[in-house]
């Protein structure tokens, strides 16, 4: 049973840091490129990061460069999202997803909130 298991979300102020982790079981984590989305309120989904099986080459949305690094660990099938300098606008429920040619797994969320 394919399972991906988000977890590290939490309040924290405008400035500061979290790291989500998603924790992955059920598939050849090692073969798919991962990818952390998040979705606010009112808003659509959006990709924020991604990193790639083979060399694990890794893609930002403008907002987050520099903030935020993505990072997988292929023995712990775990893949990480270190975000830093946290702002209000990064307040939304964030999901990792595992893809594959035309295979899409996500997760079920963690909720990210920037706020004093």
């Known amino acids: 049973q394919v399972q991906l298991v988000e977890s590290g979300g939490g309040l924290v102020q405008p400035g500061g840091s979290l790291r989500l982790s998603c924790a992955a079981s059920?598939?050849?984590?090692?073969?798919?490129?991962m990818n952390w989305y998040r979705q606010a309120p009112g808003k659509e989904r959006e990709l924020v990061a991604s990193?790639?099986?083979?060399?694990?080459?890794?893609n930002y949305k403008d907002s987050v460069k520099g903030r935020f690094t993505i990072s997988r660990d292929n023995i712990k099938k775990t893949v990480y999202l270190q975000m830093n300098s946290l702002k209000p606008d990064d307040t939304a429920v964030y999901y990792c997803?595992?893809?594959?040619?035309?295979?899409?797994?996500w997760g079920q969320g963690t909720q990210v909130t920037v706020s004093s």
């Open positions: 997803a595992a893809v594959r040619g035309g295979v899409m797994y």
């Open positions: 059920g598939f050849s984590f090692s073969m798919y490129d």
């Open positions: 990193i790639t099986s083979a060399y694990g080459g890794t």
